[in-house]
């Protein structure tokens, strides 16, 4: 497909660390921006964070800001979240995606990858 997780989700209790991993081997992820979503089951999906085209500077939502680590690599053409002192808050299905092409932030994204679920026990 699109994207293609090379590490998933899974079941990690509180306080653990994981880290999930997207690549595309059908487009290239360099000069765009891409960004990190989550959705929780009866919830609003909501956005974790964004890594900008222009200068790879990223952006981090309140809740996860300190915990969680956005990264790139263009050799690779994947993106990374390193997510580290998890809370039963953040289970949800985490989905990567690219947004259009000009968009410096993760305000219109064109390519979504899989979901893959993370859930945190407590």
């Known amino acids: 497909l699109r994207f293609s997780c090379r590490r998933g989700g899974g079941l990690v209790q509180t306080g653990g660390s994981l880290t999930l991993s997207c690549a595309s081997s059908?487009?290239?992820?360099?000069?765009?921006?891409i960004g990190w979503f989550r959705q929780a089951p009866g919830k609003e999906r909501e956005g974790v964070s964004c890594i900008r085209s222009s200068d790879g500077s990223t952006y981090y939502a309140d809740s996860v800001k300190g915990r969680f680590t956005m990264s790139r690599d263009n050799a690779k053409n994947a993106v990374y979240l390193e997510m580290k002192s998890l809370e039963p808050e953040d289970t949800a299905v985490y989905y990567c995606?690219?947004?259009?092409?000009?968009?410096?932030?993760?305000?219109?994204?064109?390519?979504w990858g899989k979901g893959t679920q993370v859930t945190v026990s407590s």
């Open positions: 059908e487009f290239i992820l360099d000069g765009y921006a």
């Open positions: 995606a690219r947004a259009r092409l000009g968009a410096d932030l993760c305000y219109n994204m064109d390519h």
